[in-house]
């Protein structure tokens, strides 16, 4: 009797531990859910709350008669835009839905940083410009007006955050699903005749198509290809080479090669490296080949100097060593190519190189190959001793250079470049030579690894 009562207790022990256990479980199961949606909440309210802001900033930046206004408004909307976007990624709807919408708020403060820029220097804006600010005001108008829709939707308690993340993606293939999340649905109609928008900005449209400059020449096919590559792997023996793709979705067509190549220095015996060869001109886009480093042999400067070495040797003249970084046995270094005592940054390429042999281990030449072509330079427009005087009097000035650089715009700026320090630390500060504007000042980070510029 005891037995069977000592059963029963261990029965009825053992079913409320397992109830105990599954509600503790069930609980733990359901807080990152609950995580989630409050992550999600607060996501989507500073979306809200910053795109509202971006709306009304835009207005009065349309609506100010100063320049020095406008551009303290611009600047704002592309503050809120910027953060609106950061706050959109988080949320968990699929990207067909949101694609467009996240398009036009990246391009929103894209325009308001390109405008701004002019309005600080007290440049009128255009018609066509005032014309595209009006756009998009009107865009965001509407994008506000679908997003408080959505919010409606979410305050109502007929959907939550795990629903929407489950069937944001099938509403355009689920008719079902489309009369039931209405709200999302209702993203596609602002946007829906989204124009292609032309304008000095990283992500103008015409930014995206840009077409080459650095390449001449008829296109080469896949065999002349593996030819040319033949002629950039100096000091390899190559194997094999396999065409792995042909590359035609960037601005910079390529045919994209595996190659095995012959160790003639140390480690394995077999190397395998991957390369792009430009269709149009046969030229070396990018080339990368790993193998175990070994004892280090150079210097980093004397690795630099092999990188120009090797640049000269395949065809890339005229390229100037400018600042290097060095990590696991290998310098990656950059080079610009120099003109008449013009350094044209834009024109860049960079090469690593092993420190154990010297070998050239990696290059890559995509802004080489978008921006060089021949420039016809003016005259400076203010002299050097001119452009000294803009800089700040807290400057050290060391030394003085001229020197293209790109901006975010697709184009160049024509600079004096000052090297100074200030504070113990090293600095760049470009002047423009056309009418003495600062355009950029860089900081160099100078350590065990090398020379950074932030």
């Known amino acids: ?214 390449i001449t020449g008829e296109d080469v096919t896949k065999e002349q290809g593996v030819e040319r590559l033949a002629a950039y792997l100096q000091g390899y023996d190559i194997l094999s080479c396999q065409l792995a793709y042909e590359n035609n979705n960037s601005n910079i067509r390529t045919y994209s090669y595996v190659v095995t190549l012959k160790n003639n220095t140390v480690g394995e015996k077999e190397l395998v490296a991957y390369a792009d060869i430009t269709v149009k001109g046969g030229l070396l886009s990018s080339f990368i080949m790993y193998r175990e480093v070994g004892e280090e042999n150079l210097t980093a400067e004397q690795a630099v100097e092999q990188g120009a070495t090797y640049l000269a040797a395949v065809g890339f003249e005229d390229m100037k060593p400018s600042y290097y970084n060095v990590q696991g046995g290998i310098v990656t270094a950059n080079y610009c190519y120099e003109k008449d005592n013009v350094l044209y940054y834009p024109d860049m390429i960079k090469v690593s190189i092993a420190l154990d042999t010297g070998e050239v281990m990696g290059v890559e030449a995509g802004r080489y190959i978008l921006n060089h072509c021949p420039r016809d330079l003016p005259a400076p427009a203010i002299s050097a001793e001119e452009a000294r005087k803009l800089l700040s009097s807290r400057l050290a000035l060391e030394s003085e250079r001229l020197a293209v650089i790109p901006n975010d715009f697709g184009g160049e700026y024509f600079v004096y470049e000052f090297s100074a320090s200030l504070d113990g630390r090293q600095c760049l500060v470009y002047i423009d030579c056309e009418n003495g504007r600062e355009r950029e000042i860089l900081i160099l980070q100078e350590n065990e690894y090398g020379i950074l510029v932030k």
């Open 1 to 214: 009797m005891k037995l069977k009562n000592f059963t029963f207790v261990l029965a009825v022990a053992m079913i409320v531990g397992l109830a105990v256990y599954g509600i503790y479980w069930n609980v733990q199961a359901h807080k990152p859910v609950k995580t989630d949606d409050t992550a999600y909440s607060r996501a989507f309210n500073e979306l809200l709350e910053n795109l509202e802001d971006a709306e009304n900033y835009l207005l009065k930046a349309m609506a100010s008669g100063s320049s020095e206004n406008a551009s303290m408004m611009l600047d704002e909307v592309w503050r809120c835009a910027s953060l609106a976007e950061s706050h959109l990624e988080v949320l968990p709807v699929d990207q067909s839905v949101m694609a467009k919408v996240s398009k036009y708020i990246v391009q929103l403060a894209d325009v308001s940083k390109a405008f701004n820029e002019k309005s600080v220097y007290r440049d009128e804006l255009t018609e066509e410009e005032t014309e595209l600010l009006g756009k998009m005001y009107g865009y965001a108008q509407d994008i506000n007006g679908a997003f408080q829709y959505m919010a409606s939707a979410l305050g109502s308690g007929n959907c939550n955050w795990s629903d929407i993340e489950k069937y944001s993606g099938a509403i355009t293939d689920n008719e079902e699903l489309a009369e039931g999340y209405e709200f999302l649905g209702s993203f596609s109609e602002p946007v829906e005749d989204y124009p292609t928008l032309i304008y000095d900005g990283p992500f103008s449209e015409h930014m995206q198509q840009v077409s080459p400059k650095g």
